[in-house]
Each structure stands twice: as structure tokens, then as C-alpha cells.
């Protein structure tokens, strides 16, 4: 699975758009990009995947650039509740095997 | 649907001793993963089995094994425990649909060793 590099922490007042950056710049043609958080003690949380289209759903949006050796995840309205470690990860999806591979991730504190 | 669900949710042991953690996969999903997450180490992939088979392994000394019984629900063993196997361990189940593979995480074990 290729490598991700995420910025260790980044801070983001609650109502505004929190937007998460993820380099991928070894990243193969079949491998989809995937965004995990993890709430303190809590398990990862699944939020988003995608291949090369942006996508998005009822927790965020996940902006893909066209080369696809970056990708963003946006949450559109942070709130407290998203104060939490947020992963990001390459990998291919396989009948071999479904290993996650978690990188350090970004801390995000979302400031009242 | 029913989440993931772990138990115990929290357990103490103390070196030497075995411990067996539990893990019900979501209702209709088939692969189980067993994931170690300490401070210094982060979140390390332990095993997966799928259908009752090991499909894959991570770096982890013999002592750690585990099992998945035909309704998909897996165990995972340490014996002969560590200080150092003081951590959250996580199990997430996954199911394949179009091509697309998620897994989802349960809310973890948090076994101390003294």
C-alpha cells in the first residue's frame, strides 16, 4: 500500500469547514483512498473512500486531485464531536487480504 | 444493524498469564481483522481471517493467535503475557459489495498487564 504524509495536528473553529490534507504522492492506479477518525479510547470510525471522482456523504466530502497524488477530506461545519484523530490510508481493495495500514494521522482540535 | 461488539470491554491480567478477547462481527459480514493499538506504536495490524481461515498475519510474535468460528465470530489469544501487551486491541469486520471493502471498527478491549 502506498505511504500517506498528514500535517501531525491542525485546529478549526467550530462552525466553520475543517479541511484535512493528504498526500499520496506514490499512489497506483487501483489503489482507493480511504479517511478513518479515531475519538479518544474510541475504535476508528469509518468515514469515506474514493477512487479518482470526488465524493461525498452525510459526514464529508473527499476531494480527489486529478492526478491523485493529494486528496482532501472536508467536514463541512466542525463541530466539537469531530475533535479526534483523523487517518488517512492507500490501499487496493483484494481478495488476498483487507490490512489497514494507519499512519500517525492528523489530531484535530475543533475550538469553541 | 448491530455494530461490532467486543468483550470484555476492559481487562486486567498480570504478566504470565493468557487472555482470550472476543469479537461479533456485524451481522452478515464474513472478514474479521484483530488490530494492536498502543501509544508508542500506533495502530498495528495483528491478523484477518475470513471464513475461518487465516488470510493474513502481521508482525507479531507467535504468542498472539486467534480463531474465527463458522458463524464469523473470532477470537484472538496472547499467552504467556507482557507488560508490553498492555494495550487497546480492535477488531473490525468488513463485507465486499461492488468491488468496494470497508471495514468497520468495534470499540476495542483495553487489556492492562501488571
Known amino acids: 500500500d502506498a505511504k500517506t504524509t498528514q500535517p501531525t495536528s491542525m485546529d478549526c473553529a467550530e462552525g466553520r469547514a475543517a479541511n484535512l490534507p493528504c498526500n499520496h504522492s506514490?499512489?497506483?492506479?487501483?489503489?482507493?483512498v480511504y479517511w478513518y477518525r479515531q475519538i479518544h479510547s474510541q475504535g476508528p470510525q469509518y468515514i469515506i473512500h474514493?477512487?479518482?471522482n470526488n465524493e461525498t456523504n452525510e459526514m464529508a466530502s473527499l476531494i480527489i486531485t486529478e492526478d491523485r497524488k493529494s486528496s482532501t477530506l472536508i467536514l463541512p461545519h466542525a463541530t466539537l464531536r469531530d475533535t479526534a484523530v483523523y487517518y488517512c490510508?492507500?490501499?487496493?481493495?483484494?481478495?488476498?487480504?483487507?490490512?489497514?495500514?494507519f499512519g500517525g494521522g492528523t489530531r484535530l482540535m475543533v475550538k469553541p | 444493524k448491530a455494530g461490532v461488539t467486543q468483550t470484555p470491554r476492559y481487562l486486567i491480567k498480570t504478566r504470565g498469564q493468557q487472555v482470550t478477547l472476543s469479537c461479533s462481527p456485524i451481522?452478515?459480514?464474513?472478514?474479521v481483522s484483530w488490530y494492536q493499538q498502543t501509544p508508542g506504536q500506533g495502530l498495528q495490524f495483528l491478523f484477518e481471517?475470513?471464513?475461518?481461515?487465516?488470510?493474513n498475519k502481521g508482525n507479531f510474535p507467535g504468542r498472539f493467535s486467534g480463531r474465527q468460528f463458522s458463524n464469523s465470530r473470532s477470537e484472538m489469544n496472547v499467552s504467556t503475557l507482557e507488560l508490553g501487551d498492555s494495550a487497546l486491541y480492535l477488531c473490525?469486520?468488513?463485507?465486499?459489495?461492488?468491488?468496494?471493502?470497508?471495514?468497520?471498527f468495534g470499540p476495542g478491549t483495553r487489556l492492562l498487564v501488571l
Open positions: 473490525a469486520s468488513s463485507i465486499k459489495r461492488g468491488g468496494r471493502e470497508t471495514q468497520y
Open positions: 506514490t499512489i497506483s492506479g487501483n489503489e482507493y
Open positions: 474514493g477512487l479518482k
Open positions: 490510508i492507500v490501499r487496493v481493495p483484494s481478495n488476498a487480504g483487507n490490512m489497514l495500514t
Open positions: 451481522s452478515g459480514h464474513r472478514s
Open positions: 481471517y475470513f471464513s475461518e481461515t487465516q488470510r
